[in-house]
């Protein structure tokens, strides 16, 4: 299977910070990597999919890019409704795997 | 709109079963693949098992292979989870989720239910 390793597990931003989430592979999976979004008491949202495409509906201001093992994703300036937990999944082989996830809280 | 509402979930002892459902609509169901993922309380999302549009394409996680099947029926819009020989460990909140690309290449799951909770427990 391949693992997903996301770090950090945490973080406290303000809002206007702008973030970065890094997801890591263990093996290359080309761009084969989406990123979600969940609120506590809610399903997961389609963020990012594909690495580096922006979900229709989801603001500019988060991005995706990365190919091979190694993904970053980025919020430039945090808006409030931004504190939730992300996580990253592959879709290059079965099984899909998520990453840990992300927790961005409020600093 | 995309709709997906879940449900057959319970309490049921370990070794139970238990039928899950997901009834689709807002979309033509046929076209997409469809998936099941879970979260345990407090973890992150685990995927289950998941199928192309129709049946010919279908893959589970090794911890349900065996016990768990996915099936569909088109002509209802409906998606299920047939889950034999419950384990303790199979406790989470099961969510149906719709698949943009080709099942066992490039996709994501791009809408998603409210989800529907099964708690094994003796």
């Known amino acids: 299977d391949v693992q997903m390793t996301q770090s950090p597990s945490s973080l406290s931003a303000s809002v206007g910070d702008r973030v970065t989430i890094t997801c890591r592979a263990s093996?290359?999976?080309?761009?084969?990597l989406n990123w979600y979004q969940q609120k506590p008491g809610k399903a997961p949202n389609l963020l990012i999919y594909?690495?580096?495409s922006l979900q229709s509906g989801v603001p500019s201001r988060f991005s995706g890019r990365g190919s091979g093992t190694d993904f970053t994703l980025t919020i430039s300036g945090l808006q409030p409704e931004d504190f939730a937990t992300y996580y990253c999944q592959q879709s290059y082989n079965t099984p899909r795997t998520f990453g840990q996830g992300t927790k961005v809280d409020i600093k | 709109e995309v709709q997906l509402v879940e449900s057959g979930g319970g309490v049921v002892r370990p070794g139970g079963s238990l039928r899950l459902s997901c009834a689709a609509s807002g979309f033509t169901f046929d076209d997409y693949g469809m998936t099941w993922v879970r979260q345990a309380p407090g973890k992150g999302p685990e995927w289950v098992s998941g199928m192309n549009w129709n049946g010919g394409n279908i893959g589970y996680a090794d911890s349900v292979k065996g016990r768990f099947t996915i099936s569909r029926d088109n002509t209802k819009n409906s998606l299920h989870l047939q889950m034999n020989n419950l384990r303790v460990e199979d406790t989470a909140l099961y969510y149906c989720?719709?698949?943009?690309?080709?099942?066992?290449?490039?996709?994501?799951?791009?809408?998603w239910g409210q989800g529907t909770l099964v708690t094994v427990s003796s």
């Open positions: 989720a719709r698949v943009v690309g080709t099942w066992g290449s490039r996709n994501w799951f791009d809408s």
């Open positions: 594909a690495a580096s």
């Open positions: 093996q290359r999976i080309d761009g084969y």
